[in-house]
């Protein structure tokens, strides 16, 4: 598994061109943010629950969260110090959040995620494991969920079929293109993101069914993928 530190992430800047483009590149981020809300409402709301928020960057998912409902005390995480440090003030106003500054390697060989989770949710942070690495973090989540809480990811996977990728790379080529035009800019960075998304050391995306089969595996069950176009899935299981 890469060492965090080797990373694109961690280096400064990053993070920031990543958070300006962010609504340009992920296609249907703001349906994917109201599905997660709407998850959250039908099978979790009611009880003052604790969630995790794993590769939080500067926090939407948590924040999408503590928005409809205050009695939730949230967690954040991340490997980036940058990233923790705009999640923090993101969350200022919000005083029922802690923050950790971890990886997930950290994560999966040190027991540093206490006390145990309702909901653990994350967003196109877990593509950046090999399936190893995938694997060794689902079974840390899955011991620190409380029995019938849910582990929610979003995030990029590898179509099972070269003629797959091919119209999903399309997709995506289209939806940012449409945005390009929407607000009007003429940069080709959306060249460069597809092209990164699996030439590029730090991705590692992997099947949907190989990530559904791994959580069956480990004892997730009510496992499926809630959300789908192309290369962007929302997918995840109940303990
Ligand atoms: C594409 S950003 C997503 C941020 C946020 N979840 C969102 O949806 O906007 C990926 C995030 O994962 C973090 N990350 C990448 N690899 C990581 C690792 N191995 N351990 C911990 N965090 C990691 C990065 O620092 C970054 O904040």
């Given at each position: 598994m890469t060492d965090f530190n080797q990373t694109n992430w961690a280096k400064a800047g990053f993070s920031q061109q990543y958070i300006d483009k962010a609504d340009i590149y992920i296609v249907e981020r703001r349906r994917m943010l109201g599905l997660l809300v709407s998850f959250y409402n039908h099978f979790l709301r009611g009880k003052p629950n604790h969630i995790l928020d794993l590769g939080c960057g500067d926090g939407i998912l948590a924040h999408e969260l503590l928005k409809v409902d205050d009695a939730i005390s949230a967690t954040?995480?991340?490997?980036?110090?940058?990233?923790?440090r705009k999640a923090r003030e993101r969350l200022k106003d919000f005083k029922n959040a802690r923050?950790?500054?971890?990886s997930f390697q950290e994560i999966i060989k040190k027991d540093i995620l206490q006390p145990d989770f309702d909901f653990i949710v994350s967003s196109l942070a877990v593509h950046h494991?090999?399936?190893?690495?995938k694997i060794s973090l689902f079974k840390s989540l899955y011991a620190h969920l409380r029995p019938g809480g849910f582990f929610l990811n979003v995030d990029v996977i590898l179509a099972p079929a070269g003629s797959l990728e091919q119209w999903y790379l399309k997709l995506w080529q289209e939806w940012m293109d449409d945005r390009k035009a929407e607000f009007g800019i003429s940069d080709s960075i959306s060249d460069d993101i597809i092209r990164r998304y699996k030439d590029n050391e730090d991705n590692k995306p992997d099947t949907l069914d190989d990530q559904l089969n791994a959580l069956k595996n480990m004892g997730f069950h009510e496992v499926d993928c809630f959300y789908k176009y192309g290369i962007?899935?929302?997918?995840?299981?109940r303990k």
């Open positions: 954040l995480v991340d490997g980036s110090a940058d990233m923790l923050f950790i500054n971890a494991l090999d399936m190893a690495g962007f899935s929302i997918y995840g299981g």
